[in-house]
C-alpha cells in the first residue's frame, strides 16, 4: 500500500499590487503558520529578506525588526512597499511539503500562480525577480526563457512588454552565503530598477 501523499496547502496571502508598482518580487511559497512572526510575506523570523532591505535603504539591517517580540513591523514593510513600488507574492499558489520544512527542495508545486496575470494587473511594472529555486523554474517554465545566473537577469515578453527577469540568492539562513554578500546582489537589482539611488 502507497503511503498517502502529504495534504495540498493553498496559498494563505493574497497577492501584494500597490499601485505603481515597478518590481514583482516571487518566493516560493511561505512557511509553516508556526514559523510567521507576522502576516505578510518572508514572515519566517529567521528569514533575512527585511534585514537585508533594511541594510540597503536604511543602514540598518534591524529597521523593519520589533525585536523585543521577535517579530517584523508588518505596517512599516507595508507602508516601505507600497512607498517604493515593490510587489510581493509566491511563484506556486498550492503545494504539497514532502518534509516537515519551508525548504524549495521538499516543496512540490501542485498549482503554478498565473504569473501573467499579476502582470496584467500592474502595468507599470518593469522586471520581476525571484528569490529561490523554485520560484525560478516556475519563471523560466511559464515563459519559455532561459534560466538567469544568480544575481543576473533575461529579458522575457509579455502583452507587448519586455521586462526584466532577476534571478536573486535566497534570504534564507540556508543559502549559503553573508547577508551582507547577499546584499550587494539585491543592490545592484534595485538600483538597475531605479528603486535604489
Not at 512557511?31 to 535603504?57: A, H, T
Not at 521577535?70 to 509566491?90: M, N, Q
Not at 521586462?163 to 538600483?191: D, G
Request: net charge positive.
Amino acid at each position: 500500500m502507497k503511503p498517502a501523499l502529504p495534504p495540498v496547502e493553498h496559498h494563505p496571502l493574497t497577492p501584494f499590487l500597490p499601485e505603481g508598482a515597478r518590481l514583482l518580487m516571487l518566493g516560493s511559497f511561505p512557511p509553516k503558520r508556526e514559523r510567521w512572526s507576522m502576516d505578510f510575506f518572508y514572515p519566517n523570523w529567521i528569514n533575512d529578506m527585511w534585514r537585508i532591505v533594511g541594510l540597503l535603504f536604511f543602514d540598518d539591517r534591524h529597521h523593519f525588526e520589533i525585536k523585543t517580540e521577535k517579530r517584523f513591523d508588518k505596517e512599516r514593510i507595508v507602508e516601505f512597499c507600497s512607498t517604493f513600488g515593490l510587489a510581493l507574492f509566491d511563484a506556486a499558489s498550492a503545494v504539497r511539503r514532502l518534509q516537515d520544512n519551508a525548504s524549495d527542495k521538499f516543496l512540490e508545486v501542485v498549482t503554478q500562480t498565473d504569473i501573467r496575470g499579476l502582470l496584467n494587473r500592474c502595468p507599470t511594472l518593469r522586471a520581476i525577480v525571484t528569490t529561490g529555486e523554485k520560484a525560478t523554474d516556475q519563471v523560466v517554465e511559464q515563459f519559455a526563457c532561459e534560466k538567469p545566473k544568480v544575481g543576473a537577469c533575461v529579458e522575457i515578453q509579455h502583452a507587448g512588454r519586455t521586462l526584466h527577469f532577476w534571478r536573486m540568492p535566497s534570504s534564507s539562513r540556508a543559502y549559503p552565503l553573508s547577508l551582507e554578500k547577499k546584499a550587494e546582489f539585491y543592490r545592484k537589482l534595485f538600483r538597475a530598477c531605479e528603486i535604489l539611488g
